[in-house]
């Protein structure tokens, strides 16, 4: 009887140790960084993102004020890919769809063939989806400034090349956006494992203080 009691509360001792390390899970922050001795203290500033401003499929302008208070999911494609980007959006409409409707956790998609998708073309291309577009923005701008923000602070290739198909290139990575702006995650978005793991990983994200 004793054994058996001893077998029990050892059994819920490591159940409760394995329940600390989820609860305490924390994510990286990801990118450069910039430390400081202040004080007798260690500042450690982490890359953000800067801000921008683009048009989404609604004509609406976005910011980083659009995400005050919330995380989101960053990507690059183009309406008429017809490589890595058609499994991009199936796998991130999985991920929209497991936090529809949640207010603190928004996606921000930018084409990078803005001559092409125009806001009515990213309307239609939205609306084809059926999301919700004040959740889900699908992004146009100055070709070069959606270029900049890629590769120099979402870690993202982004180019013209008219030897590939489609005429453009770019990373098919989902780059997951603290509220902070800072980069926490970074995912293969044509790999439904990675995907699966950023599903498991927002939550976590939502929970920081």
């Given at each position: 009887?004793?054994?058996?009691?001893?077998?029990?509360?050892?059994?819920?001792?490591?159940?409760?140790?394995?329940?600390?390390?989820?609860?305490?899970?924390?994510?990286?922050?990801?990118?450069?960084?910039?430390?400081?001795?202040?004080?007798?203290?260690?500042?450690?500033?982490?890359?953000?993102?800067?801000?921008?401003?683009?048009?989404?499929?609604?004509s609406?302008?976005?910011?980083?004020?659009?995400?005050?208070?919330?995380?989101?999911i960053?990507?690059?494609?183009?309406?008429t890919?017809?490589t890595?980007?058609?499994?991009?959006k199936t796998?991130?409409?999985?991920?929209?769809?497991?936090?529809?409707?949640?207010?603190?956790?928004?996606?921000?998609?930018?084409?990078?063939?803005?001559?092409?998708?125009?806001?009515?073309?990213?309307?239609?291309?939205?609306?084809?989806?059926?999301?919700?577009?004040?959740?889900?923005?699908?992004?146009?701008?100055?070709?070069?400034?959606?270029?900049?923000?890629?590769?120099?602070?979402?870690?993202?290739?982004?180019?013209?090349?008219?030897?590939?198909?489609?005429?453009?290139?770019?990373?098919?990575?989902?780059?997951?956006?603290?509220?902070?702006?800072?980069?926490?995650?970074?995912?293969?978005?044509?790999?439904?494992?990675?995907?699966?793991?950023?599903?498991?990983?927002?939550?976590f994200?939502?929970?920081?203080?």
């Open positions: 009887m004793i054994r058996k009691v001893i077998r029990t509360s050892f059994f819920l001792i490591i159940l409760f140790f394995y329940a600390c390390q989820e609860e305490e899970k924390s994510l990286p922050i990801l990118g450069a960084k910039t430390i400081e001795a202040n004080g007798g203290f260690i500042d450690t500033t982490y890359k953000t993102i800067p801000d921008f401003i683009f048009i989404d499929q609604d609406n302008e976005i910011s980083q004020k659009t995400f005050q208070n919330k995380i989101y960053a990507d690059f494609f183009f309406t890919c017809p890595i980007c058609p499994i991009m796998q991130m409409f999985r991920v929209y769809e497991k936090f529809k409707g949640n207010n603190q956790v928004a996606f921000l998609s930018h084409t990078i063939d803005p001559k092409h998708d125009t806001v009515a073309v990213l309307k239609n291309y939205a609306d084809g989806l059926g999301v919700s577009s004040n959740q889900w923005h699908f992004v146009t701008g100055n070709r070069e400034a959606i270029y900049d923000i890629a590769q120099n602070h979402y870690m993202i290739s982004a180019k013209e090349d008219e030897s590939a198909p489609g005429g453009a290139i770019h990373g098919g990575s989902f780059i997951l956006i603290d509220k902070e702006k800072r980069i926490r995650g970074c995912y293969d978005g044509t790999n439904e494992k990675e995907v699966t793991q950023l599903i498991n990983d927002i939550p994200l939502l929970q920081e203080k």
